[in-house]
């Protein structure tokens, strides 16, 4: 197939799986050529639905990607663009998104700390003879205050934070549409402004994106021997509670009747982090999962809870082809106390398949506001220049 068979293909796919819901999204995805912008890349991997790493370090970490369509398209559509809105791009990338958003009417502003990067973007949007996309070098936490205000505001870094700029230089009802780095999930998140410089979530998606440059990281790794490590957030006190060695504890396992198939489970991590103080991810290499260490749900990606020098886990067992249930592991003093809390969690998502998180956003130095946000049923969860209230 040439290169527009093979974009068309894509698309059409896309809308098939929901990704794609307006013809202004479907029409820039069809039109703008993402080969353009991967020329590293093969002309069928560059229309496959999968990350394409674009730079890597000195030790093979990758620094840098372009993101699989689904999620562009996702986050387009997050975006609600409409001809002539002011964007700004924080995060470069290859040039392909601010080509798209170009496409759909959009006045755009891309930013990235990376020089390389900007040098990559420019030839690329030269390449697909994009034109009229105000390009700078720079840190994207700051925003780009010359073209300020905007009236949407699109990252594509996973951010653990959310910097004054991108409050500041947001219009009132404007959109900010942020790959939000939370409890060790990544969530595409669509915050629209008010006029008290609060933000309120419009919907909230599970995604992966490479964590941002430049900003100062709040979350922590913590190795658990072997090739199994969890993420949490610092204002959690999971690296003081949990005790070296937990894994070697006895393994407790819990079942919860509940059958599934290849359905993503966010909307259980979503229930944890509203209920679960210790709520974290999990990830275990191949090797520790061949040699029974640990074995998540999903090995690299499952939640976790840690309470009182215990463990426990998203766990699924098969039952047959295609079929699978789900359960918890745990380790620890307290492992059956957990994992029935964690079975109790999958019984209650089992009636409501869908995630329901609200995500609200306020300045931390608005502590009157951010005080009478809170109720019973909500979780605060504080970054460095705002607090989030979950409910």
């Known amino acids: ?7 068309n293909h894509r698309v059409d796919a896309l809308i098939d799986d929901g990704f794609i819901t307006t013809p202004a999204v479907e029409a820039a995805m069809r039109t703008v050529p993402r080969h353009l912008f991967l020329p590293d890349a093969d002309l069928t991997e560059a229309y496959e639905d999968t990350n ?13 990607s372009a993101s699989a369509p689904h999620v562009v398209a996702l986050m387009l559509e997050q975006l609600e663009i409409g001809p002539g809105d002011r ?3 924080v995060g470069a990338g290859t ?8 496409h759909m009417g959009a006045e755009v502003t891309t930013v990235d700390i990376d020089a390389d990067a900007v040098a990559h973007t420019r030839k690329a949007l030269d390449r697909a003879g994009v034109e009229g996309i105000r390009l700078v070098e720079g840190d994207g936490n700051a925003g780009v205050a010359e073209q300020a205000p905007y009236d949407r505001i699109v990252v594509t870094a996973g951010a653990w934070d959310i910097p004054p700029a991108w409050i500041d230089q947001l219009v009132e009802g404007g959109l900010l549409v942020v790959p939000l780095r939370l409890r060790g999930t990544t969530r595409a998140v669509a915050l629209r402004r008010d006029r008290d410089r609060r933000l309120a979530s419009e919907s909230v998606r599970l995604c992966g994106f490479i964590p941002m440059r430049g900003s100062d990281d709040g979350e922590t790794d913590i190795d658990l021997g072997e090739n199994v490590r969890l993420r949490c957030d610092e204002d959690q006190d999971i690296p003081g509670a949990l005790p070296p060695g937990v894994l070697e504890e006895p393994r407790y396992s819990s079942w919860s009747g509940v059958e599934v198939a290849v359905e993503p489970i966010t909307g259980i991590w979503g229930r944890l982090i509203l209920s679960e103080a210790g709520t974290c991810r999990i990830a275990a290499e191949e090797s ?18 840690v309470e009182d020098g215990s463990l426990a ?5 098969r039952l047959g082809p295609g079929r699978s249930e789900a359960g918890a592991y745990g380790h620890g003093p307290a492992a059956d106390q957990l994992c029935r809390r ?7 998502w089992d009636t409501d398949r869908q995630e329901h998180l609200h995500i609200s956003v306020v300045p931390r130095e608005d502590t009157e506001t951010r005080v009478g946000d809170q109720s019973r049923s909500a979780r605060v969860v504080p970054k460095h220049h705002v607090d989030l209230t979950l409910t």
């Open 313 to 317: 886990y998203l766990a699924t067992r």
């Open 87 to 89: 964007v700004l791009e």
């Open 342 to 348: 964690l079975i109790d969690t999958i019984r209650a």
């Open 52 to 64: 394409v790493p674009t730079k890597t370090g000195p030790d093979g970490e990758c620094l840098s």
């Open 1 to 7: 197939m040439d290169d527009s068979q093979l974009r």
């Open 95 to 102: 040039g392909y998104n601010a080509a798209l958003l170009t």
């Open 288 to 305: 520790a999962v061949r040699f029974g260490r640990a074995n998540p749900a999903i090995p690299m990606l499952s939640p976790a809870i």
